[in-house]
Nanobody, 127 residues
Framework: EVQLVESGGGLVQPGGSLRLSCVTS????????IGWFRQAPGKEREGISC????????YYADSVNGRFTISRDNAKNTVYLQMNNLKPDDTGVYYC????????????????????WGKGTLVTVSS
């Protein structure tokens, strides 16, 4: 059984930092590109960052570029999202998603090809 388990969410003040983790099991991790998606209250889920299976390529949405950093540890089957200078607009449920990637540089910026989802972790940015 494939599982993606997110952790690291919580309540943080504006300007603070959090590090999210996505631990995967049941899949051949180095065959999958991983994405982080966010669903803010009352909004649709959006892709905010992703990383290719061989770590050759990363993507950041404009809203998080320069503040968030995605990384992966293939030995631990884990992807991380370091979030700095958090803003109230960053509030939402954060999901990781895995998509089998033919190309070494491909990563999932949209939901359309995602194979597996985690259940999400809630991030609340508030003073």
């Amino acid at each position: 059984e494939v599982q993606l388990v997110e952790s690291g969410g919580g309540l943080v003040q504006p300007g603070g930092s959090l590090r999210l983790s996505c631990v995967t099991s049941g899949l051949t991790f180095n065959r999958y590109a991983i994405g982080w998606f966010r669903q803010a209250p009352g909004k649709e889920r959006e892709g905010i960052s992703c990383i290719a299976r061989a770590d050759y390529n990363t993507y950041y949405a404009d809203s998080v570029n320069g503040r968030f950093t995605i990384s992966r540890d293939n030995a631990k089957n884990t992807v991380y999202l370091q979030m700095n200078n958090l803003k109230p607009d960053d509030t939402g449920v954060y999901y990781c998603a895995a998509e089998v990637a033919v190309g070494r540089e491909y990563c999932p910026r949209t939901e359309s090809g995602v194979d597996y989802w985690g259940k999400g972790t809630l991030v609340t940015v508030s003073s």
